[in-house]
């Protein structure tokens, strides 16, 4: 029971466009949503999350976006940087008061930025 | 501040031996995550502990596995009689308050069963 989907394994883009990850769940109690970057050999680094009362975050030039009817989210990177090549997973949380604050996570999607 | 701890990053055993995985978590986090990562997946939730206390282990497997979160010290994952369907990456992550604030995450252990 996949919770947490990221349909595309793989995602190149150039230089200086735009990246544009995708994210579904099924789980409506989902409430908590985050973005993690992960290089090979290191553990995933905390890029940005977003709360369910909100429709968008943003954090410089990274964009999360989420659509609560159509249980889906996209994280936007713009403009895009070779540096930015990583597998970026999705991952969320139902929060509440039974809550134990774990993540669920998505298969990743493969980045590359060509120079 | 040092981030999430985990050692050792590399770890081979035989089938049959026991591993032990440790985790510090970040200065002033009390909430301590467990995750596994098998080859071409994602990570998939093991165990949630705080200060001496397993909060959820919903997600360990019921027999060989087993976790601590001692008042002193680091967390502890331990893998009696591994098997092959061991070998995996096992990550740490820390939280101060898991209910507003990410999980940080540390480098891993990888561990490889002969």
């Known amino acids: 029971d996949q919770q947490v989907k990221q349909n595309s394994p793989s995602l190149s883009v150039q230089e200086g466009r735009i990246s544009i990850l995708n994210c579904d769940y099924t789980n409506s109690m989902f409430d908590y949503f985050l973005w993690y970057k992960k290089y090979p050999a290191e553990g995933p680094t905390f890029l940005i999350s977003i709360s369910s009362i909100k429709d968008k975050n943003e954090d410089g030039r990274f964009t999360v976006f989420l659509n609560k009817s159509a249980k889906h989210l996209s994280l936007h990177i713009v403009p895009s940087q070779p540096g930015d090549s990583a597998v970026y997973f999705c991952a969320a949380s139902a929060r509440g008061s039974s809550n134990t604050g774990k993540l669920i996570f998505g298969q990743g999607t493969t980045l590359q930025v060509k120079p | 501040n040092a981030g999430v701890m985990q050692n050792p990053r590399h770890l081979v055993r035989r089938r049959g031996q026991e591993a032990r995985l440790r985790c510090s978590p970040m200065?002033?986090?009390?909430?301590v995550y467990w995750y596994r990562q098998l080859p071409e997946e994602g990570l998939k939730f093991m165990v949630y502990l705080q200060k001496e206390n397993i909060i959820d282990e919903s997600g360990m497997p019921k027999e060989r596995f087993s976790a601590e979160f001692p008042k002193e010290g680091p967390s502890i994952l331990r893998i009696q009689q591994v098997v092959r369907g061991d070998s995996a990456a096992y990550f740490c992550a820390s939280s101060p308050f898991p209910e507003n604030q990410p999980q940080h995450f540390g480098d891993g252990t990888r561990l490889s069963i002969l």
């Open positions: 200065k002033g986090h009390s909430h």
